[in-house]
């Protein structure tokens, strides 16, 4: 009988699972929601606005993100991580990957540009030569390409940097032709030394980072860069060495796009977890201790690049001396 209940549990939140991806199919001039449900897509902070564009979302197996972590501690948390943040039937972490567009006074930065179109991705089929709704998401959230100031990339890994191009006429071009595209020094050193050596990802490298320094739109920053009045990209090493946030804090509110940080909410619970995801291991653990001990409790709204659904959230203390991540 419970076996029946959990099989027609999991029926449903695959059927959840369907209307997200129904949701990516919707057309420009339509406001678009993450798995088809009413969550707001943006948010405001004193004069700066958040605005949350989706370019994929899908489940990615948890075992595989988190090796060697107790997977029981995903059903123990089942009642809130389901349906947003993970899908029991499948045992998988529901990731969203989403920029953050922030707006203020007249002027556009996007942060992080998702996975882009035509690229080639032999690594993950579903993401070869892929064909996304990402523009179209862009535009019904009012923002045209030609408009945008500034861009930037938290970090280099392929999910991130994939809109910084597109294909036009055989040749990878910025996607935001006005934009100045801020890329991180210690990061850009970090990739092309990874290339280097024989690692790395050179395929994004060439068709998403490279285009951008021979169009002589990038900015190589150092350290803090104030962007806008009371928007602020901040060094956060850990997920990779040049990994930035960008803060956010006007009218007395404040918020962080936090990036790779965090990858699912459960780091929030379990930040001593290993994830796949982590150039290296330690250094993610690190990194994300340092992140959590400085927002755990503060007034701080926290977007981090994968969270799906709601997506806002903060970080609190619980009773038991632990922490968790309560959704706005
Ligand atoms: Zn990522």
Redesign the pocket.
Known sequence: MAKKTQSILSRRNALRLGTMTAALSLSAGRRVFAQGENFPTSWTFGDVTVTKVLDDIGPYDAAAAYPGAPLAAFEKNEDWLVPHFYDPASKAIIFSYHSYVVRTQGKTLIVDTCIGNDKSRTRLAKWDMRKGPYLENLRAAGVNPEDVDYVTCTHF?S??TGWNTRLFDGKWVPTFPNAKYLFSRAELENVQARIKAGGGDATSYNDSILPILDAGRAEIIDGVRPVFDGVVINPSPGHTPGHHSVNIDSGGQHAVLAG?ILHSPMEVLYPEWTCL?DQDKGHGVEGRMTFLKQYTDSDVTIFA??FSGPTAGKIVSTADGGRMFKTL
Do not use: L, S
Request: charged share 30%; glycine share 0%; hydrophobic share 30%.
């Open positions: 890994h999910d991130h790779d995801f690049a994968h």
